[in-house]
């Protein structure tokens, strides 16, 4: 399966945006899909994750409550929310799929395919 992010932007703090993960070579409804970032000079983090039907959502402490996670399979694509952006949001966001069908993981060592990133820039 081939991943493309797209959606990434400059924004203001406290301003919104929305990422797409679209999938294109294989049905995208089997995979868990993860969302994960990487600032300048930082290493990849782990931002979200959810199940192949969507009930199962995962995110770390640092953006709950203000990103949401979705995805539409008829679309075969995954979206990622943005709210209440803040500075240090700033970074490369980066799809990947999982095609292992357990729990959406955490651990972007269990990710198969990623997408190439898109960049989010937040200013203060």
């Known amino acids: 399966v081939q991943l493309q992010a797209s959606g990434g932007g400059l924004v203001q703090a406290g301003g919104s945006l929305r990422l797409s993960c679209a999938a294109t070579?294989?049905?995208?409804?089997?995979?868990?899909v993860g969302w994960f970032r990487q600032a300048p000079g930082k290493e990849r983090e782990f931002v979200a994750s959810?199940?192949?039907?969507?009930?199962?959502?995962y995110y770390t402490d640092s953006v709950k409550g203000r990103f949401t996670i979705s995805r539409d399979n008829a679309k075969n694509t995954v979206y990622l929310q943005l709210n209440s952006l803040k500075p240090e949001d700033t970074a490369v966001y980066y799809c990947?799929?999982?095609?292992?069908?357990?729990?959406?993981?955490?651990?972007?060592?269990?990710?198969?395919?990623w997408g190439q990133g898109t960049l989010v820039t937040v200013s203060s």
């Open positions: 990947a799929a999982d095609r292992r069908g357990l729990l959406p993981a955490r651990n972007q060592d269990d990710y198969d395919y």
């Open positions: 959810i199940s192949v039907s969507g009930g199962i959502t």
């Open positions: 070579g294989r049905t995208f409804s089997i995979y868990d």
